[in-house]
Each structure stands twice: as structure tokens, then as C-alpha cells.
Nanobody, 113 residues
């Protein structure tokens, strides 16, 4: 239905920041909850943050106080601002519509100590 392309990942030192972007192929105004997920090598994919159509947000404990998810419907884009990054944040980050299982390529985030 909607194609999502993640970008903005990279290599940063612990304590640094990154802003991830998730660009949608069409309007996301009618889409409900969208979320950012991450998966480290050898580990299961986990939910990091979600944002509803109305802009309400929720975060996993690992992201609270450090990450901020936002949604710009006019630009068909969802963002994840990541501050105070830790080595354990290293993973491939994915954006998706909540409840779906069609995963894209994701964007790699690597945090060095």
C-alpha cells in the first residue's frame, strides 16, 4: 500500500545525536499509528517509539528521555530524533505502519564507545 524509505543513519560516538527520516510514497494523513523499530544482529526486532494519527506518542523504556518521534503529514514523513546515543542503540532502524509486517531496508545506526 504505502512504501516507506528510511534514511539518516550513520556512525556516531556515544553521547552523539542522529535524526532518522521515514519518507512515505503517499499521504500518511489517513494512516493510524506509525512506529520506529530496531533490530540488532542476532536479536529480535523491537519497538522503539510510536506515534498516532493525532500525534500522541509512546516510547519503549530504552528510548524514554532520549528519543523523540514526530510526524509531518504535509511532508509525508515520520522522524526519530535520537540524542544521548549509547552503544546498545546500535541496530538497523525501521519505520512501519503499526500492525503490518512488510519491512523495508532500514537504516543502520552504529554507536561507538
Amino acid at each position: 500500500q504505502v512504501q516507506l524509505v528510511e534514511s539518516g543513519g550513520g556512525l556516531v560516538q556515544a553521547g552523539g545525536s542522529l535524526r532518522l527520516s521515514c519518507a512515505a510514497s503517499r499521504s500518511i494523513v489517513s494512516i493510524g499509528t506509525m512506529g520506529w523499530y530496531r533490530q540488532a544482529p542476532g536479536k529480535q526486532r523491537e519497538l522503539v517509539a510510536v506515534i498516532t494519527k493525532s500525534g500522541s506518542t509512546n516510547y519503549a523504556d530504552c528510548a524514554k528521555g532520549r528519543f523523540t518521534i514526530s510526524r509531518d503529514n504535509a511532508k509525508n514523513t515520520v522522524y526519530l530524533q535520537m540524542n544521548s546515543l549509547k552503544p546498545e542503540d546500535t541496530a538497523v532502524y525501521y519505520c512501519n505502519v503499526a500492525g503490518t509486517h512488510n519491512w523495508g531496508q532500514g537504516t543502520q545506526v552504529t554507536v561507538s564507545s
